[in-house]
């Protein structure tokens, strides 16, 4: 798993808990191969999760999309206790789905600090606003919510992938009928004129086949993952990158849908 991402190792000291849910998280710090350490997530999931966010993570950063640089993190084979769960319960193969901690906050937060409206303008003209969106509708992202979305109050960062791709959904009877996921970022992007909507009808079909083209290099045998599971994300995403022009050109011949909301009534 090596070439993967670039890989690290917790240091054991100064780690704690920051989210007690199905996806266990801590923040620690890692210690890096050129001798430089860094304060790092570190996410302890199933085997599953972990598979989905590095998958998401992979295609992000193929297709340019603004997430924290991934690692993949060694955390040894000595107990890892926080709140009495042993974490090395949550690990595959000694190793986990980590990401650069950033001097950022969730959007959530930083509405709640009174800058809604300057946020939201800086959203709406946020230039990987269209990339970002049709990435979530790639990989089936129905958690896109003001907690998984990063800013500093200029620049914007996705984060959490371990509920996207999962495998109800990649199934070929149900991946037919779904339509665009809900999502705080998809009601964010405004159509205003025609030329508008062929520009964004262009890039979406440009950004679905960049995808395919990714697909091509996606190191599945790196994540150890077997040839049915690799060959369901694999068709799946494909199937997904082939339906989406003509789902967004749906989407978009429906202003009765969220395109016009504001976005403060999406991130409370």
């Known amino acids: 798993m090596s070439s993967l991402f670039p890989t690290g190792r917790l240091a054991r000291r100064d780690y704690h808990l920051v989210r007690t849910a199905s996806n266990r998280v801590v923040?620690?710090?890692?210690?890096?191969?050129?001798?430089?350490?860094?304060?790092?997530?570190?996410?302890?999931?199933?085997?599953?999760?972990?598979?989905?966010?590095?998958?998401?993570a992979f295609l992000a950063l193929k297709l340019n999309v603004d997430i924290p640089q991934p690692y993949l993190v060694s955390v040894g084979s000595t107990q890892l206790k926080v709140s009495d769960v042993d974490l090395l319960d949550w690990?595959?193969?000694?190793?986990?789905?980590g990401t650069r901690a950033l001097i950022a906050l969730p959007i959530k937060k930083s509405f709640a600090s009174g800058n809604s409206n300057s946020l939201e303008s800086r959203l709406r003209a946020w230039p990987g606003l269209l990339r970002s969106v049709v990435?979530?509708?790639?990989?089936?992202?129905?958690?896109?919510t003001a907690s998984n979305l990063l800013t500093n109050g200029?620049?914007?960062?996705?984060?959490?992938?371990?509920?996207?791709?999962?495998?109800?959904?990649?199934?070929?009877?149900?991946?037919?009928q779904t339509k665009l996921v809900g999502s705080d970022l998809?009601?964010?992007?405004?159509?205003?004129?025609?030329?508008e909507l062929n520009t964004y009808m262009y890039e979406?079909?440009?950004?679905?086949?960049?995808?395919?083209?990714?697909?091509?290099?996606?190191?599945?045998?790196?994540?150890?993952?077997?040839?049915?599971?690799?060959?369901?994300?694999?068709?799946?995403?494909?199937?997904?990158?082939?339906?989406?022009?003509?789902?967004?050109?749906?989407?978009?011949?429906?202003?009765?849908?969220?395109?016009?909301?504001?976005?403060?009534?999406?991130?409370?």
């Open 27 to 56: 923040k620690g710090q890692v210690s890096f191969v050129a001798g430089e350490n860094r304060d790092c997530y570190l996410k302890f999931l199933d085997q599953g999760g972990f598979y989905r966010e590095a998958i998401s």
């Open 91 to 97: 690990t595959v193969n000694g190793q986990v789905f």
């Open 135 to 144: 990435f979530d509708q790639i990989i089936l992202n129905t958690d896109r």
């Open 154 to 176: 200029r620049d914007f960062w996705l984060i959490d992938h371990d509920q996207a791709l999962l495998p109800t959904q990649l199934l070929p009877g149900a991946l037919e």
């Open 186 to 195: 998809l009601s964010s992007l405004v159509v205003e004129t025609q030329r």
């Open 204 to 268: 979406i079909r440009k950004i679905c086949n960049q995808a395919v083209s990714a697909l091509e290099t996606v190191p599945y045998e790196l994540l150890l993952m077997s040839e049915s599971t690799s060959e369901l994300y694999d068709s799946a995403l494909r199937k997904r990158c082939e339906q989406l022009p003509d789902l967004f050109s749906e989407y978009f011949g429906r202003p009765s849908l969220s395109l016009y909301n504001p976005i403060p009534s999406r991130m409370n």
